[in-house]
């Protein structure tokens, strides 16, 4: 089974530039993840959907991060413009349950996209 | 509110000694709870999750964690550290599945092994 596939890997750019990462969850995946890693920290949930609709995106910042998952499959997260301190590990993460409540399934994690914004 | 905690930034052991790295945690509803492991430069991999069928699980590559809900705590543990164990590990929290699915972690513990 294919993992969670992220691209691309590596990114520099400098402040008030744009940038986009896509990502493509597991086969049958419903549910789909973006967390951001800052250097010393746990991963932090930006936003969370399910089939092509989100869930929570309570933690994004939504005047210069949007993200989209038009036809439920892959993802794009974008930044715009970013800033010195959205240098991190962009970490795309899916899922296969679908029900609104219970045990939770397992998060599958790519390899993230690690962002370093001069 | 949940929340997790990780004693310890970094933990140093021997190769063939116990590794012990502890985790506790806060949460208003019963909470399911997870230690995720991540090596250099990749994505995070589950080692073993908690969702109350039994407070002891076994997880890949040796370790197991006890839920302890008089303690809140959840820390894991391997008899004895291999050189291959040597990572960051995760800690993390959610109250359930869904919508509620999204995973608070805490901020690593960096594991190393000395030969």
């Known amino acids: 089974e294919a993992g969670v596939a992220q691209s691309p890997r590596y990114k520099i750019i400098e402040k008030r530039q744009s940038v986009a990462f896509w990502c493509n969850p597991i086969s049958g995946h419903a549910t789909l993840y973006w967390y951001q890693q800052i250097l010393g920290q746990g991963p932090k949930l930006l936003i969370q959907?399910?089939?092509?609709?989100?869930?929570?995106d309570s933690q994004l910042p939504k005047d210069r991060f949007s993200a989209e998952r038009l036809k439920g499959v892959d993802s794009t997260l974008k930044i715009q413009p970013a800033k010195l301190e959205d240098s991190a590990v962009y970490l795309c993460?899916?899922?296969?349950?679908?029900?609104?409540?219970?045990?939770?399934?397992?998060?599958?994690f790519g390899p993230g996209t690690r962002l370093t914004v001069l | 509110a949940q929340s997790v905690t990780q004693l310890g930034s970094h933990v140093s052991v021997s190769e063939g000694a116990l590794v012990l790295l502890r985790c506790n945690y806060s949460s208003s509803v019963p909470p399911y709870l997870f230690w995720y492991v991540q090596y250099p430069n990749q994505g995070l991999q589950l080692l073993l999750k908690y969702t109350s069928a039994a407070t002891l699980v076994k997880g890949i590559n040796g370790f197991e964690a006890e839920f302890k809900k008089s303690e809140t705590s959840f820390h894991l543990t391997k008899p004895s550290a291999h050189m291959s164990d040597a990572a960051e590990y995760f800690c993390?929290?959610?109250?359930?599945?869904?919508?509620?699915?999204?995973?608070?972690f805490g901020k690593g513990t960096k594991l190393s092994v000395k030969p």
């Open positions: 993460a899916s899922s296969f349950l679908v029900v609104a409540s219970g045990s939770p399934d397992t998060q599958y």
């Open positions: 993390a929290v959610t109250r359930g599945g869904g919508s509620q699915g999204n995973l608070i």
């Open positions: 959907f399910q089939n092509n609709g989100v869930v929570d």
